[in-house]
C-alpha cells in the first residue's frame, strides 16, 4: 500500500507542477465466497472466503498529443484449500513465485501515447496483451509493446503492434549460447477495427517468433502465428457477437512444440425491453494436434471453467480437466430489470467433450442465478449462485455449487 500511495503523490505532484491535466476513472470489488465439491454422498471440498480486486486508472494529458497513462492494481486473493494430502501453502507459493499472503500490489499499466501525425497514434510501454474481439480466447497480461494505431477515417483503423516476449540478456542460457537478440521471444500483430452501419468487423493476424534460450536446438527457427476474427452488430433488437481463432505452432524439426488449435464462439440475443434473452455456443476443438482454451477471461458460466480448473483443486486427470478447454456448450440466459433498481438474471448450459477418446465421454449442465440492487449509479451488489453436474463416467456425477455476493464500484 505505502508503493501504491508513492506512486499516486508523485502524479498527483507530477500534474501540478506541470500544470497538466490528471483524470482518475477505476473499479472496485469485494467478493464473498462459498464453495462446495461432492461426489454422490462424499464432500470432496469446501471453502469460505473473501477476495478483493481494486484498479486505479489514471491518465495525465501532458499536451493535445501526448499522455501517460498508468493502471495501479490491488488483489486480494483467498487462501485456498486443497484436497487432503496436499500442502495447500507450498502449492500457493509455487504459483504466487514465493508471496505466501495472496496479496498483489503493482502497476499494470505504464505507457505513453503520443499522436505523431494527425492520424497515426503510437503507444510505447507497458500495456495490457492478450485481448482481441469479444472476451473468447482472452487471457490477459501486462506485456511491454509499442503499439501504432493509423485512423484511416472515423470508422476504420489499423494497428500494428511489436513486442518483445523474453529478452536475452536477462536469460543466464542465452547468455552461454551467445544468442544475444537473436534469443529474444518477439511477437508482431496486425489488426484492423472496421466499422460498417451496425456492424464492427475485428481482424487481427499474429506472429510470434519462438527462437529463444528455450528452443530444444539452436539451428531451428521455430514459430507460430494466429488468425482471428471477431463481428460484434447490434441491429436494434436484435444483437450478436461472434469470434474464430485459429492457431498454429511449428517446431521446424522440434515436433514436440509442432500444434494446431482453433476455437469459435457466437452469442445472438434479443433485446424485449425490459429484458434480454440470448443463446450462445462456442466449440473449441480438441485433436492429436492440440486443444483450444477459450481462455482465462471467458466467463461463460459461474463455476464450470472457473473454480474447478483452479490450480488448488482438480478432481479429474490433466485430459479430464474440469475446465473448458476442448470441449462444446450451449447456453440458454435472461437478465431483466425487474425494478427501478433490481436486475436479474438466469442461465442454463450443457456441454460436452469434443475428443472423446482422449478425455472420455464427459458431459456436464449447470444452472445459474443472480439478482443485482442498484445502489447508486456507481455502486452495485450482487447475489450470484450456481449448480454444476459433471459425469466423467463414473458411479456418481461430481456436482458442485457456488454461492457468492460482492459490492462493486465504478468510477
Known sequence: ??????????????????????????????????????????????????????????????TENTTVFTRLTFDSEADYV????????????????????????????????TKFLPAL???????????????????????VRIKGTYAI??????????????????????????LSDFGDRTTYYLAANLKFGQFTV???????????????????????????LAVTGDMGMVGFEFEAVYESTDGDGDDTLDE???????????????????????????????????????DFLLIAGEMLSCYYYNPFPATQSMNLAGKTAFKLYADAKVMEKVEAGAAFAYGMTNDKEEAGDVTFWEVDADVAYLIDANTKWTLEAGYVSWDDGGSDPLTSYRVQQKISVKF
Open 260 to 298: 494446431t488449435k482453433y476455437g469459435v464462439y457466437v452469442d445472438v440475443f434479443a433485446k424485449l425491453d425490459p429484458a434480454k434473452i440470448g443463446l450462445a455456443a462456442f466449440y473449441a476443438g480438441a485433436t492429436e494436434d492440440g486443444v483450444y482454451n477459450p481462455g482465462e477471461d471467458f
Open 202 to 228: 475485428l481482424p487481427l493476424v499474429k506472429y510470434v517468433d519462438m527462437k529463444d534460450a528455450s528452443t530444444a536446438a539452436l539451428d531451428n527457427n521455430p514459430y507460430a502465428y494466429a488468425i482471428d
Open 1 to 62: 500500500m505505502k508503493r501504491f500511495l508513492l506512486v499516486a503523490m508523485i502524479l498527483a505532484s507530477a500534474a501540478s507542477l506541470y500544470a497538466a491535466e490528471l483524470k482518475i476513472t477505476g473499479d472496485a470489488e469485494v467478493r464473498g465466497v462459498m464453495d462446495q465439491v461432492d461426489r454422490g454422498d462424499t464432500e470432496i471440498y469446501a471453502n469460505s472466503y473473501f477476495d478483493a480486486d481494486f484498479n486505479f486508472n489514471a491518465a495525465l494529458v501532458l
Open 153 to 178: 477515417d472515423e470508422n476504420m483503423s489499423v494497428i500494428a503492434i511489436y513486442e518483445k516476449n523474453t529478452e536475452s540478456e536477462t536469460d543466464p542460457s542465452a547468455v552461454q549460447n551467445n
Open 82 to 113: 486443497g484436497p487432503a494430502g496436499v500442502d495447500k501453502v507450498e502449492d500457493q507459493m509455487a504459483v504466487d513465485g514465493g508471496n505466501d499472503d495472496h496479496t498483489y500490489l503493482g502497476v499494470e499499466r505504464a505507457y505513453i501515447s
Open 121 to 143: 497514434t503510437v503507444d510505447a510501454g507497458l500495456m495490457g496483451g492478450g485481448m482481441w474481439g469479444t472476451a473468447f480466447g482472452n487471457n490477459e497480461s501486462n506485456i
